[in-house]
């Protein structure tokens, strides 16, 4: 086993009936990094999520946290360094946020005086003692935050984690996890529809589409590669033409200009010499620094020019 990854997933393969949610997902999560795991919805992630944790049994394939095989037989104890927030946390409604943290850490198996450290992480110290049913919903999904760092775990699984924080508890969550990653070589493996954030804190991603891995690798090597060139011709009409017989995915614009999509930054000469060979004459190349937004969504809508 890679004993630098914190995660790694084997060919893992899950379905439901005759419909494939996850297929053949080779996943390689750096120890100490901060991942993060993005794909529209239904693509499968919550569904990879539920099989790293062991809540669902894969139809084919292996996961391994820190280098050990997740089994069901011993999930229970490998699972221990994991600390992990799915969804909506659950929580007893009838007891305090730090009655909460307390049946948890009799779990764990931990010093109570985690708790504490805890609920300060979250900045739930004042509410410690009030009884759940009258928390917000950013208030519970803090206290979900505060119960996954329970343990002090090397690998941190965030599903959604910022689900009813403010802006400030965004804030304040991303300063949080790049502080365990940096100063306490914590995992954080996150998905998230905020791809804003991910942008900010992620130095790996991985891309799901249909249950397939399109893209993994350093967020920086994908700005590398996945880039949108903007031409203005003489002769867009043909000029249209001509790209798309050569392979590039291109798409007219509404102001008369051409939306080509590159796999690497050099093709731009490329695509030049292309329309001048044809006879057309180029005005103008622009090729402005994608968004991690835009980036996804040329990645979900092209896969043709995708870089596994």
């Known amino acids: 086993m890679n004993s630098s990854l914190a995660i790694e997933t084997r060919s893992l393969t899950r379905s439901f009936g005759s419909k494939s949610a996850v297929r053949g997902l080779n996943l390689q999560v750096p120890a100490g990094s901060i991942y993060g795991f993005l794909g529209p919805n239904g693509a499968g992630k919550t569904t990879t999520i539920r099989l790293i944790l062991g809540l669902l049994r894969p139809s084919s394939g292996y996961v391994f946290l820190a280098g050990r095989e997740i089994k069901a037989a011993t999930a229970y104890q490998e699972l221990r360094g994991v600390g992990t927030l799915v969804e909506t946390p659950s929580l007893y409604a009838n007891l305090t946020g730090r009655e909460n943290l307390e049946v948890a850490r009799r779990l764990l198996d931990v010093p109570v005086s985690q708790i504490g450290t805890a609920l300060?992480?979250?900045?739930?110290?004042?509410?410690?003692?009030?009884?759940?049913?009258?928390?917000?919903?950013?208030?519970?999904?803090?206290?979900?935050?505060?119960?996954?760092?329970?343990?002090?775990?090397?690998?941190?699984?965030?599903?959604?984690?910022?689900?009813?924080?403010?802006?400030?508890?965004?804030?304040?969550?991303?300063?949080?996890?790049?502080?365990?990653?940096?100063?306490?070589?914590?995992?954080?493996?996150?998905?998230?529809?905020?791809?804003?954030?991910?942008?900010?804190?992620?130095?790996?991603?991985?891309?799901l589409r249909q249950g397939e891995l399109i893209y993994q690798g350093e967020l920086r090597g994908l700005r590398k590669y996945q880039r949108e060139l903007y031409i203005r011709v003489d002769l867009p009409a043909r000029a249209l033409e001509v790209l798309k017989a050569s392979g590039w995915a291109t798409e007219a614009q509404d102001d008369g200009s051409l939306r080509v999509l590159l796999a690497a930054e050099p093709e731009s000469a490329g695509v030049a010499r292309v329309l001048v060979q044809a006879g057309i004459g180029v005005y103008e190349l622009h090729s402005p620094k994608p968004s991690l937004e835009e980036l996804f969504l040329q990645l979900v809508e092209h896969p043709e020019v995708a870089y596994a």
């Open 120 to 207: 300060n992480l979250m900045d739930l110290t004042a509410d410690a003692d009030r009884t759940v049913r009258s928390y917000s919903m950013g208030m519970r999904q803090r206290l979900g935050l505060a119960r996954a760092c329970l343990g002090e775990p090397r690998i941190l699984i965030l599903d959604e984690p910022t689900n009813g924080l403010d802006p400030e508890g965004v804030r304040d969550l991303r300063k949080l996890l790049r502080q365990l990653a940096s100063e306490h070589g914590v995992t954080v493996f996150l998905s998230s529809h905020l791809l804003s954030e991910i942008d900010q804190m992620a130095e790996y991603i991985g891309i």
